[in-house]
């Protein structure tokens, strides 16, 4: 691909920091994070304290919407905890370009005018690295050298498009939508998934992984279950991800996401297993809609389950919106109270054994 230009990183960050839905979205993480460290100080920043001391959390897909949330709420989580700036965590974005990484340091970091010239504005926690080729196992494996954590994004994860024209309300009062799985990669971007997950079984500092993965994966979904996430087409990958993982050595935790949106976050959740959610969504509605959660909340939740890891070792985990709130309650004042007041830990315990 061609170089980034500073014109190009400019409408990057105008697309990214000025939307008003992202605006949103950052301020009512901030607002939560803030109330939970105020109660409790001491217990959320021994949390946050990766095994080892190892500070470095490594994200791939790096460059994805929720990559770039990750990497922000990973460490915004930890500076409101109140941790000494010595431990905070250092993020390691993995991308497949120059001009990936030339994106997640303008959205991330901003821009300056240097020499007459645009450029992103240095950031000391984030480090980039390229891995164009995934056949390179030994740039693979570097990339994930030293690392105590890592998040790994399925780049092929379905979303939910909606169409805001005038005839948008459909019987579920939610709006028309269709499902988009991002097909003509969805081969290439499965087997990097792939590449990465047995580049970072071989790194001796990696003791924890959380692997970013889809509904409609458990061994009896039924067939309109796995259609609605997309088909087997969109959730072969997927499945072949969480059995590598399984088998890979690693500590992890699996976090099965409804369809993905670009909704502001701070909504209730709610979590299960083995479809449970999926299917019950299906059967109390005639829209064949899957169940939806924000890329914001999505990062949020895998935020939480990078520091309770050991509570959920070895867990598959189903989530999604509660299903009180919509779409249109983002950002109301019921939906954030109540994702303030939600225990993360009791609602994950509750949905896992209950469901």
Known sequence: ??????????????????????????????????????????????????????????????AGRMGKALALQIREDAVLSGMPPEELPNIRAIVRSESEAMSVKC????????????????????????????????????????SGSAILCDASHNEIVWSDGDDTENQDGEGMC?????????????????????????????????????????????????EAMGGEAALAGPREAEKALKSSGLEYTILRLGALTDDGGNMPLIF??????????????????????????????CTFLLRETSAFKGLTIDCAWHPKFGRSSVGSEEAVNAAGRQDLKKAIQNGVFVW
């Open 107 to 146: 959205d991330l970091g901003g821009m300056k005018m240097e020499g007459g010239n645009m450029a992103p504005i240095a950031i000391d926690w984030l480090e980039t690295v390229v891995v164009e080729d995934i056949e390179n196992e030994e740039a693979l494996r570097s990339a994930f050298e030293g």
């Open 272 to 301: 299960g297993v083995n479809n449970a959610i999926l299917e019950k969504r299906l059967d109390s509605t005639t829209s064949r809609r899957p169940p939806i959660l924000s890329r914001a909340d999505a990062a949020r939740v």
């Open 1 to 62: 691909p061609a170089p980034t230009t500073g014109v190009h990183c400019v409408h990057i960050l105008d697309e990214i920091f000025f939307n008003h839905e992202i605006e949103i979205m950052m301020i009512l993480f901030r607002a939560t994070a803030a109330a939970i460290v105020a109660l409790c100080p001491a217990a959320v920043a021994l949390s946050l304290t990766p095994p080892g001391n190892n500070k470095i959390v490594a994200i791939t897909h790096a």
């Open 178 to 226: 269709s499902i988009s799985v991002p097909m003509r990669e969805n081969n290439d971007l499965s087997k990097r998934l792939l590449a990465e997950i047995d580049a970072a079984s071989s790194c001796p500092s990696l003791r924890r992984v959380i692997l970013r993965s889809s509904m409609g994966l458990s061994s009896r979904v039924s067939k309109e279950a796995a």
